[in-house]
């Protein structure tokens, strides 16, 4: 058959007698004119014009919009487009109804769809690279579309063809678009006027755009691009080729920046307040304060939401349609349809809209267009709801550096619950607004569903939506008793946690004394009862997504079994099966539904809690210290610089926080007396309960001089310190600071020597988690001549240097742990490197030892700050400074008992005098005694041994790299690539395994069952109704009837059959999943209690509790969900594509293309992922450090007015975490919108091929339905791919622990063949002895050969690292002995098992540890002796009036640590537990250097007396305490150097041991 425009049937055609614009034909050829104008034009100008231009300037100007109704112009060419597609798809139609081919029906319609998208095209090429006059090509286009689609209207008018018609609407709205279209040109034209005007209107990039750290594009990217995430692809396959880390995502832009925002919100809340200041009873609402700063893109979000959910209606109704079309054109085969006339080939909607193929395509593009809505809704939350975040944050910090002290003190507002508003109501205000448009979007949804279903079946419907409803408040109890479980078990995790650390702490004690499984069995006793609580809650968990799978089963049964029994016609195809799709549209509001409740119920809270913070007291605002004070934000709304869009980019932000924040700095007030810096009148300060702790003060600080501050303890020195810094509430009086010897100064100069700032020392040492030397600068600028000064004041360079990367090593809470006294002296050094006139030091010897005193007065105090000419106040006890003073103040409860210099004391109050004479003396003799307990020695010591392992740190830090080994030799970055894209199955298997094959097998055989049972429940769904409908005799009433029951008795088993499995797997899955965990952690904890003494030297205790805290709470409770949900999504997708290819085997061909794709998704998603899900955990918790690290810090950071750094630190914390998640999110929807997309193309395949070659109209119905169904479970296989993927790494790194050698605790004696006495005489011989830590590393004892007579007292001494304490370890085969050995009473130890080994031996260790419970357990943790024994041992030790004393006696607590006892005291319950197992060995490891000389007598005494028949082996710290001793081994390098009497050793002038004790003496 030819082709012709106008077709070759009609006769008619070129027929122009009426005029020319009556021919239909030609009127369709003249508005093919524009288009090809249009094309003609602008493919030259595309292909050519741009090829020279292709070097765009900047990163970001390609993603400019400069042009104005940008927005605008992308919606109307999109509907342009749609309506296009209608166009040809109604010429095609009608095609169809005639006898020949008539082109002008389509043809035109096709060429403008291509001039549609050739000009959103060109227009966006002109409009990045900025050349608007080429903008008029398009601008005539437009005209000339309107132009000729009126003629063509005007020519329909007349011939009078009703509106009804398609083509007449179709044309109308063409009209109306071209027009407005028109409209946005001269709208361009007009604000830029680039053509007609004489000074074109130039225009500057926005801000965000100039910086080209800013990488977050989504504001500054075309409508397109935002609505696809397009302009994410370059990060997500870069992300491929290196992983994603901070700098690869920027900045965020200004208007998200945490700084912005609070701005907003302070504004809204302010305006609240402003409104409830007259009624004291209403506090200010949060709620109308973030409506009004985050209101309006909440509303455009809900927008989204609603259109999305009206579009998402349109599914059911298509395959209602399909399928009903379907079914007619199978019926009316038979009849030949009536070819229309050619002059009348008018369509009207309800006939085109029969057409099965435009419903499949009408379809598509629904399912499109509703998920491109979904995600856009969703993005805006997101946005909004880090914005939010971001300003709570701000006010939070605001309001932190506000808050009274008092309040802290006095416990109203303790650091736990500043903690909780940061890390838990903000997220709790910010996943609320997530869900927020859910609250209004869900009940329309429910409503028109249920609308849609009545319309479909009549009453039956409502039976299936009761059902529904009914079942949701279930929903709802689960959830609550979901969140009921987890706070149970989150109790218990954090009292096993407790207990796991101080098992690791105190792992060397409890090998030594085997007692290791004592504890062991402890902590298993606190998982057994974590696990129950997780049984709980994996119980409600697997309910609930039971409740989710069956009601949508159990709502379909009760409604076709109604209908099958309540209506005579028969169930159809068409109504089944968009009622089935309509239901699953109905669960997922109604079981979101709880959820959002519940986060709605948590969201109140959180704001009452948050408004009674918000509302609690500040600190007193005194105009001479000027804080923010109530003028400052009145002054600021006059500043224009608040407008956040005139923010100066210039100046750092920090100078404009500060004139925004403090605009008023301390004003001063002239004194009269120049030499005075502080002067105090009458003043009476509280803490805030009313009753005045300082009354009556009146003291003057004289300027440049140094004053101290004396008095017993409790007597308020360091209240006086914080009153006079305004931290007390002041009562009545002043506090005058004297204006220093200059006019108020410039803003620049008083920055430049911090005029009002004072350096000060809390009593209490507080330290940032950042370097040391941060810590020491603490903000100022670094000199390094005044830094060494400092650090050498403090004596803080040997610790320096002990530290793995010197002053550059973390430090605080994330870094290394310094003992007290190191802590004190940082914070000494921080005071005194500050460059401030007045400093205050707050005890600062307390924690020193005498030495340190002394230098640090000397050289720090008396030198460095003299010289300076700084005023000091010195709180201190240390009454021997007393003559340094150049003022003293005494005080006495809470008043100044005396002022002045010592000498007017002495005159005036001899009484005083003399009592601190007596004092000195004391304090004197005490030094004489502390002259040999070298405390810093010891902390050094400590700090070392801390330290030491770094060798094998390294070893460590490598253990997340890849088991393989194979895969070494070529480390180039292909096999790095490959690692990062491979999903870790091996790791999947050994979890899988851990919980046991039965289970393994049990889920899958389950999983599978079910989805089968499913699927049959679909397809005889299908048989059912198709059959129904075959034309049968009507007189087979009966045979019918049977059918039915037979129909329904089947439907009704496999229904049963379906909920019963939905139950048996929730179920299978999470009791695998506890299994596999309580597995886990069993295995985790007894490797860790047996391995060997050197891991636990080399292993950072941080590393180890993780393993125990993280990543046993992520395979507790991440896992099994994840891994739940993965499967049911994958085998929903696998069932549906499976019973699509069944129904249609063509649709497998057109699968291959979309598998590919969805391949290169997930791929590259899952690699993207997981660097932004590490990015977004990493950032989180120095932002939580930091707020938990001001809290503690308040008064000093106040002190040194650093309140503007330190917020501007906090700024700069929550936007790094915020930009981190803003893209993570934005990668989920950028994974959404295509797997989305994928989707509708699979629906559209399975449509067409179910249409062209389906068996019958059920199975059509079948195949859309399951194609509906993939849209929604696509997306989810990746994003539990990628979320299990990161969650396997904490299985992976616990298997790590799991390879660890374990000591070998198996003897060759079996434990019954050694006697039960043993060792009896405590004879030891060593034989040849040597001693490596491990195989690898050298030996640290080189044949060493002694023998010791039973009972004798042996000392051992020598230097640091002569290998002392690894003899003693040597005696416990802690160590590897691998020649030579240690003979017993006659027993070989190497061939006892460990544990009777080292339950027959007692040794005191250096470090006293005590476990918190009674001091009966710490004494006899098996539980074997009487009371009798253990109150002997504590006569023994000298403590049995102190424990008798103590309420309980035996049974009173040990706080963690032992903190409750002194350090002396420890080391005396350490003797009495070696005395308690009666061993003929005892070992002391340098036991008594941690203690003083008193302490240290006593322990003497007891062993010559208590001890005198046992074995003691005393490793020596100082000399002296084995002078006494039988024998003297003098070590060296692993070898012994001197072996004799003490008397002997000490007549060999040049002897080392003589040496050793001259130096001691």
């Not at 008992?897 to 004479?917: A, C, N, P, S, V």
């Amino acid at each position: 058959m030819r082709l012709a425009f106008c077709g070759n049937d009609n006769a008619s055609a070129y027929n122009i007698t009426a005029g020319v614009l009556r021919n239909v034909c030609f009127v369709d050829a003249l508005n093919l004119v524009p288009h090809v104008f249009l094309l003609f034009i602008t493919f030259p100008i595309l292909f050519i014009g741009w090829g020279s231009q292709s070097s765009k300037v900047q990163i970001h100007h390609n993603t400019w919009l400069h042009f104005p109704g940008h927005n605008l112009r992308w919606i109307l060419t999109f509907t342009l487009l749609f309506v296009h597609v209608c166009e040809i798809a109604e010429g095609i139609v009608s095609d169809t109804q005639m006898k020949s081919r008539h082109l002008h029906l389509f043809l035109p319609a096709i060429i403008g769809f291509v001039a549609a998208t050739v000009s959103i095209v060109y227009y966006h090429n002109i409009e990045t690279s900025n050349f608007p006059k080429l903008l008029l090509a398009l601008f005539l286009y437009w005209i000339m579309a309107f132009v000729t689609k009126t003629i063509k209207l005007v020519r329909y008018c007349q011939d009078g063809v009703p509106f009804s018609q398609l083509r007449f609407c179709i044309t109308g709205i063409m009209v109306i678009l071209y027009g407005l279209l028109m409209a946005v040109e001269i709208n361009v034209i007009r604000v830029r006027k680039y053509v007609f005007f004489m000074n074109p209107q130039k225009v500057k990039p926005p801000e965000d755009l100039q910086d080209l750290g800013v990488r977050f594009l989504q504001p500054f990217v075309n409508l397109l691009s935002k609505a696809t995430y397009w302009w994410m692809n370059t990060l997500i396959i870069s992300a491929h080729k290196k992983p994603v880390d901070l700098k690869a995502i920027g900045k965020l832009p200004i208007a998200m920046r945490a700084l912005t925002n609070y701005v907003c919100l302070k504004e809204a809340y302010e305006e609240q307040k402003k409104k409830v200041a007259d009624q004291p009873n209403r506090s200010p609402s949060i709620w109308l304060a973030m409506y009004s700063a985050f209101g309006r893109p909440i509303l455009l979000s809900s927008t989204f939401r609603y259109l999305a959910d009206l579009l998402g209606f349109a599914g059911p109704l298509c395959i209602s349609g399909i399928v009903q079309g379907f079914q007619d054109t199978t019926n009316n085969t038979n009849t030949t349809e009536k070819l229309k006339d050619p002059s009348n080939s008018y369509l009207s909607s309800e006939e085109f809209l029969r057409n099965v193929y435009v419903l499949a395509v009408l379809l598509f593009l629904a399912l499109i267009l509703q998920r491109t809505f979904l995600q856009a809704s969703y993005y805006v939350t997101t946005e909004t709801g880090i914005n939010l975040r971001g300003a709570l944050l701000a006010m939070i910090y605001n309001k932190i550096l506000r808050l009274s002290t008092s309040n802290l003190s006095m416990g109203e507002m303790t650091l736990g619950q500043i903690n909780n508003l940061v890390a838990i109501e903000t997220n709790q205000l910010m996943w609320f607004l997530f869900l927020c448009p859910n609250l209004w979007a869900m009940p329309v949804q429910i409503i028109m569903g249920v609308i849609l279903l009545y319309n479909l079946l009549g009453v039956s419907a409502l039976v299936g939506a009761a059902v529904i409803v009914l079942l949701a408040p279930i929903q709802y109890f689960i959830a609550t008793k979901l969140a009921e479980a987890q706070k149970s078990t989150l109790d218990y995790s954090t009292e096993r946690l407790k207990k796991t650390n101080e098992i690791l702490k105190g792992i060397k004690l409890l090998k030594l004394y085997a007692w290791e499984h004592i504890f062991c069995t402890s902590v298993e006793e606190t998982r057994m009862k974590e696990l129950t609580s997780l049984k709980t809650f994996a119980l409600h968990t697997s309910l609930s997504i039971f409740m989710n799978a069956a009601i949508p089963i159990a709502a379909v049964l009760a409604t076709f079994v109604t209908y099958a029994y309540t209506n005579d016609k028969p169930l159809q195809p068409a109504q089944a099966f968009a009622s089935l799709s309509l239901f699953h549209i109905l669960v997922t509001p109604l079981f979101l539904l709880s959820t959002v409740v519940r986060f709605a119920v948590k969201a109140i809270i959180s704001v009452q809690k948050l408004n009674e913070f918000l509302l609690s007291d500040e600190i007193g605002d005194d105009s001479w210290r000027g804080g923010e004070g109530s003028v400052a934000y009145e002054s600021c709304k006059k500043h224009t610089g608040l407008h956040t869009k005139a923010i100066n980019r210039r100046q750092p932000l920090r100078y404009q926080l500060e004139s925004y924040e403090q605009p008023s700095r301390r004003h001063t007030r002239p004194l009269e007396i120049d030499d005075i810096a502080i002067k105090v009148t009458n003043g009476y300060f509280s803490w805030g309960s009313g009753l005045a702790t300082l009354s009556n003060i009146n003291i003057r600080i004289p300027t440049g001089q140094m004053t101290m501050i004396v008095g017993q303890v409790g007597c308020g020195k360091s209240s006086l310190l914080l009153a006079i810094l305004g931290e007390m509430q002041t009562l009545e009086g002043k506090v005058h600071w004297s204006n220093v010897n200059e006019t108020e100064p410039s803003f620049e100069a008083s920055r430049s020597r911090n005029r009002y700032s004072v350096a000060y020392a809390a009593q209490k040492p507080w330290l940032l988690n950042a370097t040391v030397e941060e810590n020491i600068i603490f903000g100022s600028p670094f000199n390094k001549q005044r830094y060494k000064a400092v650090t050498d004041a403090c004596s803080l360079q040997p610790d320096i240097d002990l530290l793995p990367f010197g002053d550059q090593t973390e430090i605080g809470e994330r870094g290394i742990n310094l003992s007290g006294g190191q802590r004190q002296r940082i914070c000494v050094a921080r005071a005194l490197y500050q460059n401030t006139n007045i400093v205050f030091l707050d005890d600062p010897f307390s924690a020193l030892d005498i030495h340190l005193s002394d230098h640090l007065m000397q050289e720090g105090i008396l030198k460095f700050l003299q010289e300076d000419k700084r005023t000091l106040v010195l709180v201190t006890h240390k009454l021997q400074y007393l003559p340094h003073a150049d003022w003293i103040i005494a005080m006495k409860d809470g008043m100044v008992l005396r002022e002045g210099t010592l000498k007017d004391i002495q005159t005036k109050d001899t009484e005083l005098y003399e009592h601190w004479k007596t004092l000195m003396n004391r304090q004197d003799q005490e030094l004489e005694k502390d002259m040999e307990a070298d405390q810093t020695t010891l902390e050094r010591k400590t700090l070392r041994r801390a330290m030491y392992p770094r060798e094998s740190k390294a070893q460590l830090e490598d253990e997340d790299e890849e088991e393989e080994e194979e895969e070494d030799e070529d480390d180039n970055m292909s096999t790095v690539l490959r690692l990062r894209t491979k999903m870790p199955w091996k790791t999947c298997w050994r979890y899988l395994t851990s919980g046991g094959f039965f289970l393994l097998f049990l889920m899958i055989f389950s999983k599978l069952l079910k989805h089968s049972v499913i699927v049959a429940i679909d397809y005889w769904l299908a048989t059912w109704t198709s059959t129904d409908n075959a034309n049968e005799p009507r007189n087979m009433d009966d045979a019918r009837s049977t059918k039915k029951t037979y129909h329904v008795a089947v439907f009704s088993m496999l229904s049963g059959a379906g909920i019963v499995l939905c139950l048996i797997t929730s179920l299978t899955v999470e009791w695998m999943g506890l299994t596999a965990a309580k597995n886990l952690h069993h295995n985790l904890l007894n490797k860790i209690i047996l391995g060997p003494i050197r891991f636990f030297d080399t292993t950072p205790l941080g590393l180890i509790l993780n393993r125990f805290s993280a990543d046993t709470n992520i395979i507790d409770q991440h896992i099994p969900p994840t891994l739940e949900s993965l499967t049911r999504s994958t085998l929903l997708c696998l069932s549906a594509i499976g019973m699509i290819s069944y129904a249609t085997p063509w649709f497998l061909v057109a699968l291959v293309p979309l598998g590919i794709a969805f391949y290169f998704i997930q791929k590259y998603f899952r690699v993207a992922s997981k660097d932004l899900q590490e990015l977004d955990d990493s950032t989180q918790l120095p932002l939580l450090c930091h707020f938990s690290e001001t809290a503690e810090g308040l008064t000093t950071i106040r002190a040194f007015r650093h309140e503007a750094r330190f917020k501007q630190r906090m700024l700069e914390l929550t936007d790094t975490n915020n930009i981190a998640y803003l893209f993570l999110s934005a990668a989920n929807r950028w994974l959404e919108v295509r797997t989305d997309y994928l989707g509708a193309c699979i629906v559209l395949t399975a449509a067409v091929t179910s249409i062209t070659e389906g068996p019958n109209s059920g199975f059509v119905g079948l195949g859309l339905l399951y194609a509906l169904t993939i849209t929604n479970y696509l997306n989810w296989v990746v994003r539990n791919l990628a979320d299990l993927e990161v969650q396997m790494g904490a299985v992976k790194k616990v298997h790590s622990f799991l390879n660890m050698e374990s000591e070998n605790y198996e003897g060759y004696l079996d434990p019954s063949q050694v006697p039960k006495d043993w060792p009896q005489e405590g004879e030891i011989k060593i034989e040849n002895l040597c001693v490596r830590y491990e195989n690898n590393l050298k030996p640290v004892l080189k044949h060493v050969k002694a023998y010791i007579k039973p009972g004798q007292k042996v000392g051992i001494c020598g230097r640091t690292g002569s290998g002392k304490s690894s003899l003693s370890l040597a005696f416990f085969r802690m160590v590897d002995i691998f020649d030579g050995r240690i003979v017993i009473d006659g027993i070989d130890i190497s061939k006892l098992p460990l544990h009777t080994l080292r339950s027959r031996l007692s040794i005191i260790l250096q470090d006293p540890i005590l476990f918190s419970g009674s001091i009966r357990f710490n004494l006899d943790p098996e539980c074997k002796c009487t009371d009798d024994r253990l109150w002997e041992a504590l006569e023994i030790a000298q403590l049995k009036n102190m424990v008798k004393s103590l309420p309980g006696g035996l049974d009173a607590v040990v706080t963690e640590g032992g903190e409750n006892f002194s350090v002396g005291q420890r080391q005396l319950f350490c003797l009495a537990r070696a005395f308690v197992r009666k061993s003929s060995i005892l070992i002391m490891d340098e036991a008594t250097a941690s203690i003083d000389m008193a302490t240290e007598n006593i322990l003497q005494k007891v062993v010559m007396t208590a001890f005198a028949d046992r074995t003691v082996v005393t490793i020596a710290h100082r000399v002296h305490t084995i002078l006494t001793a039988d024998l003297v081994i003098v070590m060296k390098r692993g070898n012994i150097l001197e072996y004799d009497t003490p008397e002997n050793l000490l007549s060999q002038e040049d002897g080392i041991f003589a040496s050793f004790v001259r130096a001691d003496m």
